[in-house]
């Protein structure tokens, strides 16, 4: 007799890794953004973020496994309270042709590291 709660099925042993993807937030924001090792900063827009990364449009693709270095600021919250400089280090995991000529590309990074920069 099987005990009320008790699954008979065995555990299951794995990565602990799950395939959902991380939620993800419509920000719209100004940024800059620079290839590793590289000293001027270009200019792109945040499309969305998570906590694991971010989606980005610019006017120059980058390549898969390109290392970048990306700031923006987060804006003033509706509190008062000032924002933060947000700075990051990542991947490009992908970058996404536009359907039209005239529109931008977009490029997925998976972040490797971040600091945030409280604005007094």
């Known amino acids: 007799m099987k005990e009320k709660g008790k699954s ?3 555990p299951v042993r794995g990565s602990g890794r799950t395939s959902q ?9 100004p940024m800059r953004y620079r ?9 792109g827009r945040t499309e969305n973020i998570s906590h694991s990364g971010l989606l980005f449009q610019a006017p ?5 496994d390109t ?24 991947r490009t995991v992908r970058t996404i042709l536009p359907a039209v000529s005239d529109e931008s590309p977009s490029m997925a990074v998976k972040l490797l590291d971040y600091q945030l920069k409280r604005t007094e």
């Open 67 to 90: 290392l970048v270095q990306i700031c923006f600021s987060l804006p003033v919250n509706p509190e008062g309270e000032s924002g933060a400089t947000v700075l990051c280090e990542g």
């Open 35 to 43: 290839k590793q090792q590289e000293k001027d900063w270009l200019q």
């Open 60 to 64: 120059q693709p980058l390549n898969p």
């Open 21 to 29: 993807r991380a939620q993800r937030f419509p920000i719209k924001l």
């Open 8 to 10: 008979s099925k065995p």
